[in-house]
Structures are given as structure tokens and as C-alpha cells.
């Protein structure tokens, strides 16, 4: 069975089918056991996850009735199991576990890793575990794949820019305006195109928004780069 979870909650088949997972309280049930690596999660652990303060009067046979439902609707009872520590997925292949996976690669070569670094990231659909934005039991998971995801973005861009590959970063600064490493990328890339004076104008910014949010300067690398730019040092090019 395959479950995506970079983005909408997923699940197929394995010859790629699309398996329907209909009731929200099963698919939440899901994602939990996926956001923990597959589990093994307690019934109280679970319970707490799904219904919070407002149990069912019966809050252990509603959890295994919503057990009951997800072993359904994933056609194979032995998927979800029921050990000592508590509720877990059999062997399973999810996207995040293999974005994860091919970042770990690390190729030396930068073609390889530029490579490995593309196919991580059209993994993903949308933000991580987007249905369950408001669930307090994915919101650790979905923040350290985002965090993984920007640092993926960054070390692709810097890879496309080394081999000389056109990169525009504008709109992702834009929804990411304090990441030094990510505005560094796109200061290159625009001093790259002939565009000096934006790439001057994108560090005074960083460095206006550092000192307002943060009390900070940018930090020496990035400075290093703005004064690179300033004197349009060849090893820019």
C-alpha cells in the first residue's frame, strides 16, 4: 500500500489504483499512525489525538470501530496491527519516508544530487498533511518536512545556480524573506542575469527585515556576498 502525505492525504494500491479512505475520524486515524513513523501509537494516545477533550462515551470502542473501518477500506486487515505497544501500520511505502530518503543520498556529483534534490521535491502536492492543517498530532511531522523541504530548495537552487542553470527565486522570497542561505541564491542568480541592483536592493531588505524581526544583522557569509556584488568580484560569475 502507498500513502502520500505531502500534500492531501493519499492512498493506492499498489498498481497505483486510488483507495477511497471516506470518513475523516479513519483518514485522521491514518495520518496519525503515518505522522509517527507508523506507530506504534496507544489507544490512549490515539483517542487523546482524534477526540481530544470531547471523547465519545465509549471513547475505546469508537477507536476500534474507526480501526475496523481503516483495515476496510485498505482492503487487508493485516495492514493494521495491535501489539504490545499499541496500533501500527504493517511494512508501507509513504512519499515522505522516501523525499526523506533521497535527501540523504547526498551525491557527490552534482549532477547526481541535483538530480536527487528534483525528484524529492516533485514529491510534494501541497503542504504537508494539508487536511489535518489544524490537528494537533501532525503539526511536529508536517513542520520538520516543510523545514527539510526549504533546505532542500536551497540546496537546489545553489546546485543550479554552481552548474550554471537559470534559477528564479523571487516568489519563493518572498514567502520566505528571513532564510539567509535562500535570499544569498537569489542575490547570484539575479547578479547572474545582469540585475546588480536588484540583487543589492533583495540584501538591503534581508538585512532591513533581520534588524526590525529579529535584532540581528545578516550574517557573514551574506555580507561577504553583498560586498562581492558591490565590486562585481569575478568569482561571482
Not at 496519525?32 to 490515539?46: C, F, N, Q, S, Y
Amino acid at each position: 500500500m502507498r500513502f502520500a502525505v505531502l500534500g492531501p492525504l493519499e492512498v493506492r494500491a499498489e498498481d497505483g489504483s486510488p483507495v477511497r479512505v471516506a470518513e475523516y475520524k479513519v483518514r485522521a486515524l491514518l495520518a496519525d499512525l503515518l505522522a509517527h513513523g507508523g506507530g506504534p501509537l496507544t489507544p490512549d494516545r490515539l483517542i487523546d489525538d482524534l477526540w481530544g477533550a470531547r471523547p465519545t462515551r465509549n471513547p475505546a470502542g469508537t477507536l476500534q470501530a474507526r480501526v475496523s473501518q481503516l483495515r476496510r477500506s485498505l482492503g487487508d486487515p493485516s495492514l493494521v496491527t495491535l501489539g504490545p505497544g499499541g496500533y501500527a501500520l504493517a511494512a508501507h511505502d509513504c512519499d515522505a519516508a522516501r523525499f526523506r530518503a533521497l535527501l540523504a543520498r547526498r551525491s557527490t556529483c552534482p549532477h547526481a544530487r541535483a538530480a536527487e534534490l528534483d525528484e524529492a521535491l516533485s514529491l510534494w502536492r501541497g503542504p504537508a498533511y494539508a487536511d489535518f492543517a489544524d490537528a494537533g498530532f501532525a503539526a511536529a511531522e508536517a513542520a520538520s518536512l516543510e523545514e527539510a523541504r526549504l533546505a532542500a530548495l536551497e540546496e537546489q537552487a545553489e546546485l543550479h545556480l554552481a552548474l550554471g542553470r537559470p534559477v528564479d527565486l523571487a516568489a519563493l522570497v518572498a514567502r520566505h524573506p528571513l532564510r539567509e542561505r535562500l535570499v544569498a541564491a537569489h542575490m547570484k542568480a539575479l547578479y547572474r542575469g545582469g540585475r546588480q541592483g536588484e540583487a543589492l536592493a533583495a540584501y538591503g531588505e534581508l538585512r532591513d527585515r533581520l534588524a526590525e524581526e529579529l535584532g540581528v544583522d545578516p550574517s557573514p557569509d551574506v555580507a561577504a556576498l553583498h560586498q562581492a556584488i558591490l565590486r562585481h568580484a569575478p568569482t561571482l560569475t
